[in-house]
């Protein structure tokens, strides 16, 4: 008795902390996202216009862990198969906030837009589903003419 | 030393090409935060002690990365791609590689 309600518990408590706690995050993500919209991060090898420009290497990451209640359900959905969508959330979470906190790192350099980026997706091993998501591009700040010797290598 | 995950540079022709570098880490956090990312895992949320640990890996191997090219003598490395996996409970291996190269610039 005393260990289904401690499982009772355990999932009401996962249940409301995890849900206040994703549309926290949610919100956060939006506001941010709509702040950073003028820097652009895209997936092409070349820049949208050629020029001269100062690059540096970028990343964000963040690792997220699912909550009891996720977890759950996700177990039961995996008995009978179909979409998992508590996990679908958790993951499109942790693309995002690492998009940006890309773009925060950019932002920090001066950069005028993020090229070539690309996603690295990892399940770190702690007993529960709790996965890293890094986020990796060039970030480009453009150069005047004049300026080539500057980003010769030392 | 410029690491980029580009595969040319911009303004620069490429000169001589000196090999794949690599860079790697491995860390765990101590058992006291394994017990409190045990504890998040009840409520869900970010596990700040992970991204932590992982952020300060990924430096590490960069910088191996770096003297690794600097020991050859490269002046950049191109198209730099990040690995992870997890070897076992509560410790990543941060794997990071790229091309070592020597270029210079155009036009001077």
């Known amino acids: 008795m005393f260990d289904f309600g401690l499982f009772a518990a355990l999932l009401v408590l996962g249940y409301s902390c995890g849900r206040i706690a994703e549309r926290r995050h949610y919100q956060s993500i939006r ?18 216009r050629a020029g001269l420009y100062q690059q540096q290497l970028v990343c964000g990451s963040v690792v997220i862990g699912s909550d009891y209640f996720k977890s759950f359900m996700a177990g039961l959905v995996n008995l009978f198969g179909g979409r998992v969508r508590a996990f679908e959330s958790l993951l499109d979470r942790g693309r995002r906030e690492s998009l940006l906190r890309l773009k925060e790192q950019a932002g920090t350099v001066g950069a005028s837009m993020v090229i070539n980026v690309k996603y690295e997706t990892s399940s770190i091993a702690a007993g529960v589903t709790t996965i890293e998501v890094l986020a990796y591009g060039t970030a480009l700040t453009p150069l005047g003419d004049s300026t080539v010797q500057q980003v010769l290598p030392d | 030393m410029i690491i980029t995950n580009l595969e040319y540079l911009p303004g620069m ?86 091309s070592a190269v020597s270029v210079s610039a155009d036009g001077v």
């Open chain 1, 31 to 48: 506001k941010r996202e709509s702040e950073l919209a003028d820097l652009p991060a895209i997936a092409t090898k070349f820049p949208p």
């Open chain 2, 13 to 98: 022709t490429i000169t001589a090409h000196l090999g794949l570098v690599q860079g790697s880490s491995v860390r765990s956090k101590h058992a006291g935060r394994d017990f409190m990312a045990g504890i998040k895992s009840i409520f869900g949320g970010e596990l700040l002690g992970y991204t932590e640990l992982l952020h300060e890996s990924r430096e590490e191997a960069v910088e191996r990365l770096t003297l690794q090219a600097q020991s050859i003598g490269a002046d950049a490395v191109l198209n730099v791609r990040f690995s992870t996996s997890g070897i076992a409970a509560g410790a990543a291996e941060i794997f990071v590689y790229g």
